[in-house]
């Protein structure tokens, strides 16, 4: 697979990547033995990125990433992500980005994965409580120990990547973007594009709404998050339906799936950006590593502006996002 590069100080990975949130936490049942299979098929291809974090289970999948991986470490790139303090059964406190929590953190991430070092650490939601400067500070000292490899940020503002890539250089940014979701496209890419930052979208399917497959927020089982995401809700979810068949008409014409005329549109924003759809699947995987291989006009990327509906993430989270 095509390899791209994530800033400018070094950082090359496969031009699609593996979100492995949705093994452990958030998209229903777990299934360990169909996840671990997944990451090793993701491997086979060529798709060697592969993004989790502490808050994802919490922990839990960290350690399934690192049960994973014993003996191919060295055939992929981990990016994880810390930024959130939980009490020791689980129950998340709150944001914790201080300098000796980070510290403290990484060396509990480098256990449960099994590993050394990590490629690309990012902070997971700026905390508010913490001056950026710190935060960068501090990753890059764990950049000269050897157990960090690159700074990466998730849903931060223009302000905080710029104080922050002053103070170390940040090579990713990882945050929301789609056809699905296009709100960074007025001032932090053009923020990314101008420092040499990259950028990693994560949730480049809509939550899977661009998947061709996709039912009401109350059609999905208790424990998955897209029962509380406004966009699968009421009215929105109406709206949105018929906005995600424009997509199923032009993956049609080009013998398509949704998912892959998605993700090649994404491919299209720019070689500085690596998308990184989250499966448990190993067909969904292929399904959607194929899309390299999807071409689209200028006129066909055009076609695919999206009347969207709602907000992209429930009140809660928005404030956390408003506070980057």
């Given at each position: 697979?095509?390899?791209?590069?994530?800033?400018?100080?070094?950082?090359?990975?496969?031009?699609?990547?593996?979100?492995?949130?949705?093994?452990?936490?958030?998209?229903?049942?777990?299934?360990?033995?169909?996840?671990?299979?997944?990451?090793?098929?993701?491997?086979?291809?060529?798709?060697?990125?592969?993004?989790?974090?502490?808050?994802?289970?919490?922990?839990?999948?960290?350690?399934?990433?690192?049960?994973?991986?014993?003996?191919?470490?060295?055939?992929?790139?981990?990016?994880?992500?810390?930024?959130?303090?939980?009490?020791?059964?689980?129950?998340?406190?709150?944001?914790?980005?201080?300098?000796?929590?980070?510290?403290?953190?990484?060396?509990?991430?480098?256990?449960?994965?099994?590993?050394?070092?990590?490629?690309?650490?990012?902070?997971?939601?700026?905390?508010?409580?913490?001056?950026?400067?710190?935060?960068?500070?501090?990753?890059?000292?764990?950049?000269?120990?050897?157990?960090?490899?690159?700074?990466?940020?998730?849903?931060?503002?223009?302000?905080?990547?710029?104080?922050?890539?002053?103070?170390?250089?940040?090579?990713?940014?990882?945050?929301?973007?789609?056809?699905?979701?296009?709100?960074?496209?007025?001032?932090?890419?053009?923020?990314?594009?101008?420092?040499?930052?990259?950028?990693?979208?994560?949730?480049?399917?809509?939550?899977?709404?661009?998947?061709?497959?996709?039912?009401?927020?109350?059609?999905?089982?208790?424990?998955?998050?897209?029962?509380?995401?406004?966009?699968?809700?009421?009215?929105?979810?109406?709206?949105?339906?018929?906005?995600?068949?424009?997509?199923?008409?032009?993956?049609?014409?080009?013998?398509?799936?949704?998912?892959?005329?998605?993700?090649?549109?994404?491919?299209?924003?720019?070689?500085?950006?690596?998308?990184?759809?989250?499966?448990?699947?190993?067909?969904?995987?292929?399904?959607?590593?194929?899309?390299?291989?999807?071409?689209?006009?200028?006129?066909e990327r055009a076609e695919l502006e999206l009347p969207v509906s709602g907000e992209r993430y429930p009140e809660g989270m928005l404030r956390l996002i408003a506070q980057g």
């Amino acid at each position: 697979m095509e390899k791209r590069a994530l800033g400018q100080q070094g950082l090359r990975t496969s031009a699609l990547g593996l979100g492995c949130m949705g093994m452990s936490w958030a998209y229903g049942t777990p299934d360990d033995d169909e996840s671990v299979a997944t990451i090793h098929r993701a491997i086979e291809l060529g798709c060697d990125f592969l993004d989790t974090a502490e808050s994802y289970g919490p922990w839990a999948n960290e350690r399934l990433l690192g049960r994973a991986l014993k003996g191919r470490r060295d055939e992929v790139v981990i990016a994880t992500k810390f930024g959130w303090e939980y009490t020791p059964e689980g129950e998340r406190i709150g944001p914790n980005s201080r300098p000796d929590h980070i510290r403290e953190v990484i060396d509990q991430q480098l256990t449960r994965l099994g590993t050394d070092h990590v490629d690309l650490l990012y902070q997971h939601r700026v905390d508010p409580q913490v001056p950026i400067e710190d935060v960068a500070g501090t990753v890059g000292e764990l950049v000269a120990a050897g157990k960090v490899g690159y700074f990466g940020l998730s849903e931060a503002s223009a302000d905080s990547i710029r104080r922050a890539h002053a103070t170390f250089p940040v090579s990713a940014l990882q945050t929301e973007y789609s056809l699905w979701e296009r709100g960074l496209e007025q001032e932090i890419l053009p923020t990314l594009r101008e420092l040499g930052i990259g950028l990693v979208p994560y949730s480049p399917l809509g939550r899977g709404f661009l998947t061709g497959d996709v039912r009401r927020a109350e059609d999905y089982s208790e424990d998955d998050y897209r029962r509380n995401d406004p966009r699968f809700q009421g009215a929105n979810f109406e709206v949105n339906v018929k906005a995600a068949e424009k997509v199923g008409e032009m993956a049609s014409r080009k013998g398509a799936t949704v998912a892959q005329v998605a993700l090649a549109w994404l491919l299209h924003q720019g070689d500085d950006l690596v998308p990184i759809p989250g499966t448990k699947s190993r067909t969904r995987l292929e399904e959607n590593l194929a899309a390299v291989d999807v071409e689209l006009t200028e006129a066909e990327r055009a076609e695919l502006e999206l009347p969207v509906s709602g907000e992209r993430y429930p009140e809660g989270m928005l404030r956390l996002i408003a506070q980057g």
